[in-house]
């Protein structure tokens, strides 16, 4: 699943009339760049979750040929966070295991390794994140790695990538429809040892900020020629 509901009001006036997720970045829209990495990592089925201007997010994606792969979409009329989203969206999901992506990150991070993770997800894992470095912009980070496990402790702390796996059951607690967040979620899971996680030290950004935007195209612009 990728998400991409957000209606990215740090990012304004650039999505007054576009997507986030159609921002261009290198180029190329940040949703097509997921796309093609999925579609190159061994995925073949993507639903697609949007709110603002979704109309112009199915119109350019179609039904995901040009990518091989099929993709469904499950709008919603008011955007429900990520949790609710997730929620939302598992009967198009239909499997006890996926993969989730946010549609504003940018990464190297291969999702080859995301999918060998949800293959070696234990029964009593519920989810599992990939963790990065703290950027500048969230020098506090998220969560603990201890080993394999995530907690929420407040010790050497990474930030939570927005890419992760999970099991459908993580989101029993919710109802259809409801607005939640995920972090609650995780949290209240943590203690239990059910969230395992793994550190990307990679290159990763989070699509934030115009500026933030603005420095990535030059970044790729720069490594390019």
Known sequence: MILAAGRGERMRPLTDRTPKSM???GGKPLLFRHL???AHAGFSSIVINHAHLGEQIE???GDGSRW?????????????????????ALPLLREPVFAVVNADVYSDYDYARLAE?????????LAHLVLVDNPPHH???DFSLDGDLVRAGTNERLTFSGIGAYRAALFDPIAPGCKHSLAPLLRSQ??????????????????GTPQRLSDLNTRLRQTQN
Do not use: C, Y
């Open 59 to 61: 119109s350019a994606v």
């Open 117 to 125: 993770a949800m293959r070696q997800m234990r029964p009593a894992t």
């Open 190 to 207: 943590m203690a239990l040892g059910t969230i395992s996680g793994e550190h990307f030290r990679g290159a990763w950004d989070d699509i």
């Open 23 to 25: 921002l261009q970045v």
């Open 139 to 141: 020098p506090a980070g």
């Open 68 to 88: 091989n792969l099929t993709i469904r979409f499950s709008p919603e009329a008011h955007a429900l966070e990520t949790a609710g989203g997730i929620r939302n």
């Open 36 to 38: 093609e990495k999925l």
